[in-house]
């Protein structure tokens, strides 16, 4: 059964630092996402992208974050200077339609901003 | 803000009982709902999703809908320790980006 594949697993980098987060969304799907998990915490909607471009974003997604799907498969999440509360789990699941349609997770990569 | 508030438990129950899981929304345009699984440490896995009013079943679980309360359930039957889990309640939003719940953290006592 195909699954969303994320890479890397752990990140782990320095304060103010770019980090490029990767996902290689299910081959079929048409709807991709970002969100995050803060250790404890809800899991949090960050982007939604379709047809090559942004359809939602949430105010957590400020000019620091940026999404790109640079060819036909991988979906990445950009954060320019990393703070120390962009630590979290940061999933892109993926979706065959719009509205209505289920999103399958994948396995997440842990941020960890020192 | 789209509000998505379950009971963060924990709830306990024995093996082979009944495990009833509660979530309330407050957009009345939300259309669908799902009930996500998340073991510790793991990303969450869809287990149901429903539309309609009324009740939707498959296998052991059963989720309850009902709009007019904005109330959505989640029933395990027979459960087991491998049941063991928080159980995350999603909404839709406009763009079908996806509103959680805090999660509900369920034991089942072997």
């Known amino acids: 059964e195909p699954e969303v594949t994320q890479t890397p697993s752990h990140q782990v980098t320095q304060m103010g630092q770019e980090v490029i987060l990767r996902c290689v969304p299910i081959?079929?799907?048409?709807?991709f996402y970002w969100y995050r998990q803060i250790l404890g915490q809800k899991v949090e909607f960050l982007v939604s992208f379709y047809n090559n471009e942004i359809s939602e974003k949430s105010e957590i997604f400020d000019d620091q974050f940026s999404v790109e799907r640079p060819d036909g498969s991988n979906f990445t999440l950009k954060i320019r200077s990393t703070k120390l509360e962009d630590s979290a789990m940061y999933f892109c699941?993926?979706?065959?339609?719009?509205?209505?349609?289920?999103?399958?997770f994948g396995p997440g990569t842990r941020l960890t901003v020192l | 803000q789209k509000e998505v508030e379950q009971n963060s438990g924990p709830l306990s129950v024995p093996e082979g009982a009944i495990a009833s899981l509660n979530c309330t929304y407050s957009d009345r345009g939300s259309q669908s709902f799902f009930w996500y699984r998340q073991y510790s440490g793991k990303s969450p896995e869809l287990i149901m999703f429903i539309y309609s009013n009324g009740d939707k079943e498959d296998g052991r679980f059963t989720a309850q809908l009902n709009k007019a309360s904005q109330y959505v359930s989640l029933l395990i039957r027979d459960s087991q320790p491998s049941d063991s889990a928080t159980y995350l309640c999603?909404?839709?939003?406009?763009?079908?980006?996806?509103?959680f719940g805090t999660g509900t953290s369920l034991t089942v006592i072997p």
């Open positions: 999603a909404v839709n939003g406009p763009g079908n980006q996806f509103y």
């Open positions: 699941p993926s979706a065959p339609s719009g509205v209505g349609n289920e999103q399958f």
């Open positions: 081959s079929n799907h048409l709807y």
